[in-house]
C-alpha cells in the first residue's frame, strides 16, 4: 500500500474516531469486548493469547506513565512486574516458604504498595540521571531484582519457583477458566485505563508533561520535578505490580525465568509501536507484539486461511498469464490449505516486516498522542516556542 494511501487512511480513521462522542466509543468497545468469547471461532486457546495481550496492555499503560508521561526512559519494569507476581505467590500460595495464606484480594493492595514502594526505592538514587544514563541504571536494577528473586531461596523458593497460588473469586465463584479470566483483565485493563487517562488530563499529568519536554524550564517555573517525577515512577510501577498479581494468579506458578529484560523490551516496544502517551496505540501495539506472533500459528488461523482457494485460483491465473509472456517463470501459489503451515513457519519473518512496515509509515507509532503527532509532523514548530522565548 502506498504511503500516502496508508497515511490517508489512517488519517481518516482517527479522524472518525475523534470526532464520535466520549460515551459512544466507551459502549461501542465494550460491546466488541463483550461479545469476543461468544464467538466460535474464539475458543480457549484464542482467549489465554487475549489475557496475555490484556496484560501486557495494563503493563503498557504502567510503563506510558513513566516513559510517555514523563519522558524517564526506564528498561527495568519488568521488577515491579515481578513483584507484584512474588507478593501473591509468597502471602497467598501453600507451597511458599512462609506459612501466609491471604486471600487474593487482600493480597491485591499489597502488591500495589510493595511496587509503588520499590518505584520510590528505584526513583531516589535515579532522579539526577537523564537520557542513555537512565536507562542503564534502571535496566541494573531489574536484573538485581530478578538475581534476588533467584538468591533469596529462604523466601521466594529460588529457582524452583512457587505453585498453587490463590485465584480470586467473585460472587462466590473462583475465576479459573479462560473466559472468566478474559473478562477480568479486560476490566482491570479498563480501570487501569480510565486511571491513567484522568491523570494525564489532570495538573499531574500537565506537571509530568513539561518535565518531558523540558525538565530544567520545567523546575524554573515551579514546579517540583523530583515530586513528579518519583510520583510517576511509583504509580508505574503499582501498576506494573498489579498485572504481576494478576499473572502469578491465572499461572498458578512464578519462578524467576519469566521475569528477564526482555519482558521489559517488550512493554517498552508497544509502547513506541503504538505510540506514546496513546491508550488507543498500547492496546494495538499489544496486539501486535505479543498476539500476533501466536496467531499466526494456530490452526484455526490456517483452516480460516484454507478458505480462500478462490484468491489462489486468480492469482495463479494471472501468473500464468504472464509466464506465457516473460521468458522465465514466476511460479505460482502454493495450495491454500497450506497457507497455514507456511504462515506458521514464516511469523517472525512477516512479524518483522510489519513492524518495520509500521516505524518507516508512522515513525511516531499507530495512534500517537496529538502532541507527538504534531511534533514529527511539524518538527520546526515544535521548536518555535523556545527560540520565542530565547529571544
Not at 146 to 175: E, F, H, K, W, Y
Not at 227 to 248: C, E, N, R, T
Not at 312 to 330: H, K, Q, Y
Amino acid at each position: 500500500m502506498p504511503e500516502t494511501t496508508f497515511r490517508g487512511w489512517m488519517g481518516d480513521a482517527r479522524a472518525r474516531w475523534a470526532a464520535s462522542p466520549s460515551w459512544a466509543k466507551t459502549v461501542a468497545l465494550f460491546a466488541l469486548l463483550a461479545v469476543v468469547p461468544f464467538i466460535p471461532m474464539f475458543d480457549e486457546p484464542w482467549l489465554r493469547v487475549f489475557f496475555l495481550v490484556g496484560l501486557y496492555v495494563m503493563l503498557g499503560l504502567g510503563l506510558n506513565v513513566v516513559v510517555g508521561f514523563a519522558g524517564l526512559l526506564d528498561l527495568g519494569y519488568v521488577a515491579f512486574f515481578a513483584v507484584g507476581a512474588y507478593t501473591l505467590a509468597i502471602l497467598s500460595s501453600a507451597s511458599s516458604p512462609l506459612d501466609v495464606y491471604l486471600n487474593f484480594w487482600l493480597v491485591l493492595p499489597l502488591g500495589m504498595v510493595a511496587g509503588a514502594c520499590a518505584g520510590l526505592l528505584l526513583g531516589l538514587p535515579v532522579l539526577p540521571l537523564r537520557g542513555d544514563y537512565l536507562a542503564i541504571v534502571t535496566l541494573g536494577f531489574g536484573e538485581i531484582v530478578r538475581i534476588l528473586l533467584v538468591n533469596m531461596d529462604n523466601i521466594t523458593a529460588g529457582a524452583q519457583g512457587i505453585s498453587a497460588i490463590s485465584t480470586p473469586d467473585v460472587v462466590l465463584r473462583d475465576i479459573d477458566d479462560p473466559t472468566s479470566w478474559y473478562y477480568f483483565i479486560v476490566i482491570a485493563a479498563a480501570i487501569v485505563a480510565f486511571v491513567t487517562t484522568r491523570l494525564r488530563d489532570s495538573r499531574v499529568g500537565r506537571a509530568w508533561e513539561a518535565i518531558r519536554e523540558d525538565e530544567d524550564v520545567a523546575a524554573g517555573m515551579g514546579i517540583n520535578t523530583v515530586k513528579y517525577k518519583l510520583m510517576a515512577f511509583s504509580m508505574g510501577a503499582a501498576i506494573g505490580a498489579v498485572g504481576g498479581v494478576l499473572y502469578a494468579s491465572q499461572y498458578s506458578f512464578v519462578n524467576p525465568s519469566a521475569f528477564t529484560l526482555q519482558v521489559s523490551v517488550n512493554v517498552l516496544a508497544l509502547v513506541i509501536i503504538g505510540g506514546m502517551g496513546s491508550t488507543t496505540g498500547i492496546v494495538f501495539g499489544s496486539f501486535i507484539l505479543v498476539g500476533l506472533p501466536d496467531i499466526l500459528q494456530f490452526r484455526q488461523t490456517g483452516d480460516l486461511l484454507g478458505n480462500f482457494e478462490f484468491i489462489r485460483s486468480a492469482v495463479n491465473g494471472v501468473i500464468d498469464g504472464l509466464d506465457a509472456l516473460l521468458p522465465w517463470g514466476i511460479g505460482g501459489l502454493p495450495p491454500s490449505d497450506t497457507w497455514g503451515e507456511e504462515l506458521a513457519d514464516k511469523r517472525f519473518i512477516i512479524y518483522g516486516a510489519l513492524l518495520v512496515a509500521i516505524m518507516v509509515l508512522r515513525p511516531a507509532g499507530l495512534f500517537p498522542s496529538k502532541r507527538r503527532e504534531l511534533e514529527f509532523e511539524n518538527p520546526a514548530d515544535a521548536d518555535a516556542p523556545l527560540r520565542a522565548g530565547a529571544v
